[in-house]
């Protein structure tokens, strides 16, 4: 699938810019942008659920004990070297 897009006369320059000094194309740059928005994007809504996490003292107690059970396995000899 492939889409069409307007973008204003300084984004347009500016991608250019850019794919001129990385020597990429236009579209290459747009998708690196959208993909680091991306990970924004998820970074911000994990950090939202647990904060709310964080509100509820039960839950986070949870969170805490699956952490601890979690990190226990890190010594049980079974890492790569």
């Known amino acids: ?3 069409s ?3 204003d006369e300084n984004a347009g320059k500016f991608l250019h810019e850019i794919s001129q000094q990385e020597k990429i194309s236009i579209q290459a740059v747009v998708e690196k942008a959208i993909e ?3 990970h924004q994007y998820v970074l911000a809504k994990t950090n939202r659920a647990y904060a709310k996490l964080r509100t509820n003292p039960k839950a986070w107690e949870e969170e805490i004990n699956e952490r601890r059970n979690w990190e226990s396995t890190l010594s ?6």
Not at 76 to 81: F, K, R, S, V, Y
């Open 36 to 38: 680091n928005y991306r």
């Open 76 to 81: 049980d000899g079974l890492e790569d070297d």
């Open 5 to 7: 897009i307007r973008i």
């Open 1 to 3: 699938m492939s889409y």
